[in-house]
């Protein structure tokens, strides 16, 4: 079959659950790991004006508010505060928002990978959208069961990545593209390892301008 890659004109995000209670849960990544990701997702999909549905329990539920840094990125976009039902799906109000998007290919990541982030992609997979799992923005109880969760995922048709593959597949090059430097910021930001190209940031905005 052939592969149509994620752009800024097919794609959307879908943000399930990153909220405070729920990262007190997580083994397979570290907190920071995961809000990292999370993080990263949130700024990709403005800086490239993805469609963007957040959904999370009340705020006054055990698991608490959103990361307070993801509220911070997300600004005063809506968040669809849902009944604690794990497939988003079940939430009117979700699907409504997901319709909305007109979107069929769903960047999708959240807490935990085995429960509201595999239910709702295995729904999303049944009304036919295209599932992107974020393994990386994405965290459950044991690295065994976000693993597993993962696997049930790919053998429905979903496609993992990660969330730097997400951005650069929107980019698609340093060279020519007038979003390298924001996106060369958010890698810079949330991707440590990449200061090990010294003069990275730099490099990239040379580049951008050539």
């Not at 399930?16 to 209670?21: A, L």
């Not at 997702?41 to 549905?53: D, G, I």
């Not at 539920?61 to 997300?74: F, T």
């Not at 509201?116 to 690295?143: P, Q």
Request: one cysteine or more; hydrophobic letters at 45%; proline letters at 5%.
């Amino acid at each position: 079959m052939a592969y149509t890659p994620l752009t800024a004109d097919n794609s959307a995000m879908v943000l399930i659950d990153h909220e405070v209670g729920f990262s007190n849960l997580i083994g397979s990544h570290t907190i920071d790991d995961n809000l990292n990701g999370a993080l990263a997702l949130a700024k990709t999909a403005k800086l490239f004006e993805l469609p963007m549905v957040v959904t999370s329990g009340p705020e006054e539920a055990a698991a608490g508010p959103l990361y307070p840094e993801l509220q911070e990125v997300l600004g005063d976009h809506p968040v669809v505060y849902r009944d604690p039902v794990f497939d988003a799906f079940d939430n009117a109000e979700f699907t409504a928002a997901v319709e909305a998007t007109g979107r069929k290919k769903l960047v999708m990541a959240g807490i935990q990978t085995d429960v509201c982030l595999a239910l709702t992609a295995l729904t999303a997979l049944n009304k036919g959208y295209e599932v992107y799992a974020v393994v990386d923005a994405s965290a459950a109880t044991t690295k065994e069961t976000h693993d597993y969760a993962m696997q049930r995922m790919i053998q429905a048709g979903a496609i993992p990545v990660n969330w730097l593959a997400v951005g650069a597949e929107l980019l698609r090059g340093w060279v020519d593209q007038p979003l390298a430097p924001a996106f060369g910021e958010i890698v810079y930001q949330h991707l440590p390892s990449w200061k090990h190209l010294g003069t990275h940031a730099a490099s990239i905005r040379k580049l951008a301008t050539q």
